[in-house]
T-cell receptor, first 115, second 115 residues
Framework: DAKTTQPPSMDCAEGRAANLPCNHS???????VYWYRQIHSQGPQYIIH???NNETNEMASLIITEDRKSSTLILPHATLRDTAVYYC????????????????FGQGTILTVHP | DAGVIQSPRHEVTEMGQEVTLRCKPI?????LFWYRQTMMRGLELLIY??????IDDSGMPEDRFSAKMPNASFSTLKIQPSEPRDSAVYFC??????WGTGELFFGEGSRLTVL
């Protein structure tokens, strides 16, 4: 799986948008971009994933550049409960177009949301 | 569904003792993963199973570690003999192949302290 690069930490004011960048310049055409987060002392939690189109769900939006070498996770209105470590992961798509199997976590970005 | 269930949540033991961690995946899921998390090394994949068969155990640190999945609803991770450097939080996760997000659902973890 391709490696990812994320800033070690970021701050965000409560109520503002949090934009978390991820660089995955060696991504292959058959690799998805996944985002997970881990709130202190809990197991990681899935947020969103995408292949090449921008994606949005109830938690966040994922913007993937046209060349797919980087992406940004957007939390539109950050709250104190969004303070967590955010992991950007690339993962090979399996036959049939879905993606399953192992996830390899990097160091992630520690996002601190402050009042 | 109750989610992925791990036990024990906390374990304190002395060096040289055998430790057994247990995991019940989400019913119907066909992948099961064991991860270890420490401050120094982050989240590391130890081993994963597909349909109860070990697929990749390259992350298992040494022969003191073993994992089994006797049936679709139960898995164990055993450390014998345990050492202080095995102190970590051990997470179990499960997922379902096929169409869908391919997300991993994590348990709450088992915090192991080896004295």
């Amino acid at each position: 799986d391709a490696k990812t690069t994320q800033p070690p930490s970021m701050d965000c004011a409560e109520g503002r948008a949090a934009n978390l960048p991820c660089n995955h310049s060696t991504i292959s055409g058959n690799e998805y971009v996944y985002w997970y987060r881990q709130i202190h002392s809990q197991g990681p939690q899935y947020i969103i994933h995408g292949l090449k189109n921008n994606e949005t769900n109830e938690m966040a939006s994922l913007i993937i550049t046209e060349d797919r070498k980087s992406s940004t996770l957007i939390l539109p209105h950050a709250t104190l409960r969004d303070t967590a470590v955010y992991y950007c992961i690339v993962r090979v798509a399996n036959a049939g177009g879905t993606s399953y199997g192992k996830l390899t976590f990097g160091q992630g970005t520690i996002l601190t949301v402050h009042p | 569904d109750a989610g992925v269930i791990q036990s024990p949540r906390h374990e304190v033991t002395e060096m040289g003792q055998e430790v057994t961690l247990r995991c019940k995946p989400i019913s119907g899921h066909d992948y099961l993963f064991w991860y270890r998390q420490t401050m120094m090394r982050g989240l590391e994949l130890l081993i994963y199973f597909n349909n109860n068969v070990p697929i990749d155990d390259s992350g298992m640190p040494e022969d003191r570690f073993s994992a089994k999945m006797p049936n679709a609803s139960f898995s164990t991770l055993k450390i014998q003999p345990s050492e202080p450097r095995d102190s970590a939080v051990y997470f179990c996760a499960s997922s379902l192949a096929g169409w869908g997000t391919g997300e991993l659902f994590f348990g709450e973890g088992s915090r192991l302290t080896v004295l």
